[in-house]
Protein backbone atom coordinates (compact mmCIF):
# COMPACT_ATOMS: atom_id res chain seq x y z
CA UNK A 1 0.00 0.00 0.00
CA UNK A 2 1.36 3.21 -1.20
CA UNK A 3 -0.05 6.49 0.53
CA UNK A 4 0.22 9.96 -1.09
CA UNK A 5 0.14 13.30 0.19
CA UNK A 6 0.18 16.21 -1.64
CA UNK A 7 1.52 19.82 -0.70
CA UNK A 8 2.59 23.29 -2.52
CA UNK A 9 -0.56 24.17 -4.23
CA UNK A 10 -1.90 27.88 -3.58
CA UNK A 11 -3.05 30.90 -5.04
CA UNK A 12 -0.35 32.66 -8.20
CA UNK A 13 -0.68 35.38 -10.92
CA UNK A 14 -0.07 34.62 -14.08
CA UNK A 15 3.62 34.10 -14.96
CA UNK A 16 4.34 33.16 -12.11
CA UNK A 17 5.88 29.61 -10.57
CA UNK A 18 4.89 27.19 -8.05
CA UNK A 19 6.50 24.07 -6.70
CA UNK A 20 4.37 20.81 -6.28
CA UNK A 21 5.49 17.96 -3.46
CA UNK A 22 3.60 14.76 -3.35
CA UNK A 23 5.68 12.64 -0.20
CA UNK A 24 4.87 8.75 -0.65
CA UNK A 25 4.80 6.08 2.14
CA UNK A 26 6.88 2.81 1.27
CA UNK A 27 9.41 1.36 0.89
CA UNK A 28 10.13 0.92 -2.74
CA UNK A 29 9.49 3.89 -4.07
CA UNK A 30 12.19 3.62 -6.75
CA UNK A 31 9.97 1.16 -8.15
CA UNK A 32 6.52 3.14 -8.85
CA UNK A 33 6.72 5.42 -11.88
CA UNK A 34 4.81 8.50 -10.17
CA UNK A 35 2.75 11.05 -12.29
CA UNK A 36 0.81 14.24 -12.01
CA UNK A 37 -2.82 14.55 -12.88
CA UNK A 38 -4.87 17.45 -12.95
CA UNK A 39 -8.38 18.63 -13.01
CA UNK A 40 -9.99 21.95 -14.00
CA UNK A 41 -13.67 23.00 -13.27
CA UNK A 42 -16.28 21.38 -15.29
CA UNK A 43 -13.68 19.45 -16.95
CA UNK A 44 -12.45 15.64 -17.25
CA UNK A 45 -8.85 14.73 -15.43
CA UNK A 46 -5.85 14.56 -17.39
CA UNK A 47 -2.70 13.66 -17.52
CA UNK A 48 0.20 16.60 -16.64
CA UNK A 49 3.38 14.64 -16.08
CA UNK A 50 5.45 11.41 -15.23
CA UNK A 51 8.43 10.01 -14.43
CA UNK A 52 9.89 6.81 -14.11
CA UNK A 53 11.17 4.67 -10.62
CA UNK A 54 14.94 6.20 -11.17
CA UNK A 55 14.19 8.90 -12.96
CA UNK A 56 15.72 8.36 -16.03
CA UNK A 57 12.73 8.97 -18.41
CA UNK A 58 9.95 11.63 -18.33
CA UNK A 59 6.62 12.46 -20.05
CA UNK A 60 4.73 15.49 -20.61
CA UNK A 61 1.21 16.93 -21.62
CA UNK A 62 1.66 19.16 -24.72
CA UNK A 63 0.12 21.48 -23.23
CA UNK A 64 2.91 22.06 -20.09
CA UNK A 65 5.94 21.27 -22.25
CA UNK A 66 8.87 23.45 -21.90
CA UNK A 67 7.09 24.85 -18.95
CA UNK A 68 6.85 21.96 -16.40
CA UNK A 69 9.57 19.95 -14.62
CA UNK A 70 8.75 16.78 -12.96
CA UNK A 71 11.61 15.21 -10.84
CA UNK A 72 12.10 12.76 -7.75
CA UNK A 73 14.33 12.18 -4.86
CA UNK A 74 14.00 8.71 -4.33
CA UNK A 75 16.09 9.19 -0.56
CA UNK A 76 13.05 11.22 0.09
CA UNK A 77 10.05 9.49 -0.98
CA UNK A 78 8.75 12.37 -2.91
CA UNK A 79 7.98 14.00 -6.45
CA UNK A 80 7.76 17.18 -7.77
CA UNK A 81 6.29 19.46 -10.14
CA UNK A 82 7.72 22.77 -10.73
CA UNK A 83 5.35 25.44 -12.84
CA UNK A 84 6.44 28.01 -14.37
CA UNK A 85 4.67 30.65 -16.59
CA UNK A 86 1.88 29.70 -15.25
CA UNK A 87 -1.51 30.59 -17.34
CA UNK A 88 -5.27 30.89 -15.76
CA UNK A 89 -5.31 28.12 -17.40
CA UNK A 90 -3.28 25.91 -15.39
CA UNK A 91 -5.64 26.39 -12.49
CA UNK A 92 -6.74 22.98 -11.41
CA UNK A 93 -6.76 20.46 -8.57
CA UNK A 94 -3.16 18.61 -8.85
CA UNK A 95 -3.06 15.20 -8.15
CA UNK A 96 -0.32 12.84 -7.56
CA UNK A 97 -0.63 9.22 -8.81
CA UNK A 98 1.41 6.03 -8.07
CA UNK A 99 1.73 2.80 -10.49
CA UNK A 100 2.43 -0.56 -9.27
CA UNK A 101 5.72 -0.14 -11.72
CA UNK A 102 8.81 1.65 -12.43
CA UNK A 103 7.97 2.50 -16.21
CA UNK A 104 6.10 5.25 -17.80
CA UNK A 105 2.50 5.15 -18.62
CA UNK A 106 -0.20 8.05 -18.83
CA UNK A 107 -3.56 6.63 -18.31
CA UNK A 108 -5.47 6.85 -15.42
CA UNK A 109 -6.49 3.43 -15.70
CA UNK A 110 -2.45 2.49 -14.88
CA UNK A 111 -2.19 4.44 -12.16
CA UNK A 112 -2.68 2.06 -8.61
CA UNK A 113 -2.53 4.52 -5.77
CA UNK A 114 -3.80 8.47 -5.58
CA UNK A 115 -3.22 11.36 -3.68
CA UNK A 116 -6.18 14.00 -2.74
CA UNK A 117 -5.25 16.37 -4.71
CA UNK A 118 -4.11 19.86 -4.33
CA UNK A 119 -5.62 23.09 -5.56
CA UNK A 120 -3.51 26.02 -7.70
CA UNK A 121 -5.56 29.09 -8.75
CA UNK A 122 -3.42 31.22 -11.33
CA UNK A 123 -5.13 34.77 -11.43
CA UNK A 124 -5.22 36.63 -14.31
Known amino acids: QVQLVESGGGLVQAGGSLRLSCAAS????????MNWFRQAPGKEREFVAA????????DYADSVKGRFTISRDNAKNTVYLQMNSLKPEDTAVYYC?????????????????WGKGTLVTVSS
Open 51 to 58: ISGWGSNT
Open 26 to 33: GRTFRSNA
Open 97 to 113: AARGHYLIATTEEDMNY
